[in-house]
Each structure stands twice: as structure tokens, then as C-alpha cells.
């Protein structure tokens, strides 16, 4: 069993910063990527960012320049650095990593973060 634990959420104003996390822990050989997503009220949840074990990364146009995704040193943690917030930046931020783990490869999902940008 692979378990996500996110943090870093919270109320920020308009132009504010936020550093999210993701920790994996659990039966882990390998991980594939880490990507955040997003759900926003009433919407899809969308891709935000994400990277590879190799290193590729990928945001999504309306936070290029603004958001940095990365992996901490340890390989099982990723951070999403975001900058410059706006009020469309709010919304449950998840994490979602595929593992290869005891139980084989699968996708995991992190229970959420809220983020919410307002003055």
C-alpha cells in the first residue's frame, strides 16, 4: 500500500505564494511521476504540472511561469512552488503519483489541499 500525504494549503491573497507537498511513503520501488492536478468549483478536475523520473516536465499554459513543480532529494516528495496567485488559481490541489510497488504499478491520489486566493 502506497499512502500520499499533502500540505500547504490555505487562504492567500491575490499576488501571494504557496508551497505545496506531496509526501509518498509505502511499499515504493520506483516512481514513474508525480503530477499535481486541480479541481475548481463546478469544473474538471485539470492537470496543473508534472514530472518524470527522468526529470521532464510539464505546466499546464495558464500557470507556465508562475508555478515550479519539483522533487525533493529523497525522490518520494514533490513541491509545487506557486507565485503571482489569482483568483482562478483556487481550488482542491491534488497530488498524483504511479508507483511501482509491491502491489505492481499503480496510479495513487492524495486526499486534496485547498487553496483559495482572495482579498
Known amino acids: 500500500q502506497v499512502q500520499l500525504v499533502e500540505s500547504g494549503g490555505g487562504l492567500v491573497q491575490p499576488g501571494g505564494s504557496l508551497r505545496l507537498s506531496c509526501a509518498a511513503s509505502?511499499?515504493?520501488?520506483?516512481?514513474?511521476?508525480m503530477n499535481w492536478y486541480r479541481q475548481a468549483p463546478g469544473k474538471q478536475r485539470e492537470l496543473v504540472a508534472g514530472i518524470t523520473s527522468g526529470g521532464s516536465i510539464q505546466y499546464a499554459d495558464s500557470v507556465k511561469g508562475r508555478f515550479t513543480i519539483s522533487r525533493g532529494n529523497a525522490k518520494n516528495t514533490v513541491y509545487l512552488q506557486m507565485n503571482s496567485l489569482n483568483a482562478e488559481d483556487t481550488g482542491v490541489y491534488y497530488c498524483n503519483v504511479r508507483v511501482w510497488g509491491a502491489e505492481g504499478t499503480n496510479d495513487y491520489w492524495g486526499q486534496g489541499t485547498q487553496v483559495t486566493v482572495s482579498s
Open positions: 509505502g511499499s515504493i520501488f520506483s516512481i514513474y511521476y
